[in-house]
T-cell receptor, first 116, second 114 residues
């Protein structure tokens, strides 16, 4: 079974600075998908960014980018120019390829605080 | 607007009672999911359905039941057999059976057992 580990329960960043959230995972599969979800105080889960394992190029979405290291099974999220609205819980998630159980396996989350 | 609705937002139940959480989507998605969220444990999959009239158990299905009679609806029943039902419950849906398809989440239901 796949597992996802987020070793940072809480992180803090100053507004306009850059922060990196860590995520590692364990799998025996070679093809899979990785996601970062944001959960603000409203508790609505919002997809931030996604990465396909067979793509070597790191995904980027505006101020959000990932550092995907397949051999190390690492998938970190970098938030640049942090804003107050980025304060939330961030969850890393793993998804098996098509044909198997299409569920998401989540990490335990990292709470990000953004300070002035 | 397309989206996922969950009702009620807050639900209180006495011990020994069954309770049903509603999840409706108008995104025309084939697949639907139920997750449970507890503090410090992230989200865990309870049940999922990839097509009408078919569903599979997730990681923590004991004490829960579901049905999928309509494409847009995937209600979750928390039975009295669930020993610790107090939690936040999230419903999600995705299009097709491709694993890459994004899962869209509803706003959640907070269930408290009194």
């Amino acid at each position: 079974a796949q597992t996802v580990t987020q070793s940072q329960p809480e992180m803090s960043v100053q507004e306009a600075e850059t922060v990196t959230l860590s995520c590692t995972y364990d799998t025996s599969e070679s093809d899979y998908y990785l996601f970062w979800y944001k959960q603000p105080p409203s508790r609505q889960m919002i997809l931030v960014i996604r990465q396909e394992a067979y793509k070597q190029q790191n995904a980027t979405e505006n101020r959000f980018s990932v550092n995907f290291q397949k051999a190390a099974k690492s998938f970190s999220l970098k938030i640049s120019d942090s804003q107050l609205g980025d304060a939330a819980m961030y969850f890393c998630a793993y998804r098996s390829p098509t044909g198997t159980a299409s569920k998401l396996t989540f990490g335990t989350g990292t709470r990000l605080q953004v300070t002035l | 607007d397309g989206g996922i609705t969950q009702s009620p937002k807050y639900l209180f139940r006495k011990e020994g009672q069954n309770v049903t959480l509603s999840c409706e989507q108008n995104l025309n998605h084939d697949a639907m999911y139920w997750y449970r969220q507890d503090p410090g444990q992230g989200l865990r999959l309870i049940y999922y359905s990839q097509i009408v009239n078919d569903f599979q158990k997730g990681d923590i299905a004991e004490g829960y039941s579901v049905s999928r009679e309509k494409k847009e609806s995937f209600p979750l029943t928390v039975t009295s057999a669930q020993k610790n039902p107090t939690a936040f419950y999230l419903c999600a849906s995705s299009q097709g059976r491709s694993s890459y398809n994004e899962q869209f989440f509803g706003p959640g239901t907070r269930l408290t057992v009194l």
